[in-house]
């Protein structure tokens, strides 16, 4: 745990599903095909999106991200952070473009839809990221902080630990005053499709 409270850089969580799930781990074999990223908001998230949107340059690889709003958010496109509002739109023009590049909003009321949403994921992905940290009076997460078991992983990663996901996880944490992927725009991918 010191890692994530004393790197000087951003670190992240694994949770190899591979060889629980009698394959082999997606860090030994190539044939993870399809990734996402859960974005809720927040430093962690942006980088999470950041480091999506930069696996999204191989070729043979499907990148979803799927964003939980709150239905009274659904008219505000205000965002209060510039660099989130710019990253998810960079992201949104790339699914308009880019077929594999995929963009699915969840609008969801509290913390039980978000749970609901979450857990009809089922097997379609063999690698989800997720940020460590997000702001716990979001109306997304409400009533999840109450039952955390790994407070490490965050509230989604803490999630996405249970038996009943088969997918493996990548918890994102972006460390106080490191330079982020999402601020240094090394996450942009080019408008034009890779053909083979």
Not at 31 to 49: Q, S, Y
Not at 184 to 189: E, G
Request: contains cysteine.
């Amino acid at each position: 745990l010191n890692v994530l409270e004393a790197a000087p850089c951003s670190v992240a969580i694994f949770i190899d599903r591979g060889e629980t799930e009698g394959r082999r781990s997606v860090l030994m074999t190539n044939t993870w095909h399809n990734v996402a990223v859960l974005f809720i908001g927040g430093k962690d998230d942006k980088e999470a999106l950041a480091l999506c949107m930069r696996m999204a340059e191989k070729p043979d690889l499907n990148v979803t991200m799927i964003h939980f709003r709150h239905k009274s958010s659904l008219h505000d496109e205000d965002y209060s952070d510039m660099c989130e509002y710019n990253l998810v739109s960079d992201f949104k023009s790339h699914a308009a473009n880019k077929a594999k590049v995929h963009y699915v909003e969840e609008i969801v009321r509290d913390g039980v839809e978000t749970t609901q949403a979450i857990s009809s994921l089922g097997d379609a992905y063999d690698m989800v990221l997720v940020g460590r940290d997000h702001d716990l009076e979001s109306a997304v997460l409400y009533g999840l902080t109450d039952w955390s078991e790994c407070p490490e992983l965050g509230v989604i990663g803490d999630m996405l630990t249970s038996p009943d996901f088969h997918f493996s996880v990548l918890v994102v944490h972006q460390q106080q005053g490191d330079e982020s992927l999402a601020m240094d725009d090394s996450y942009k991918l080019p408008m034009v499709e890779h053909h083979q």
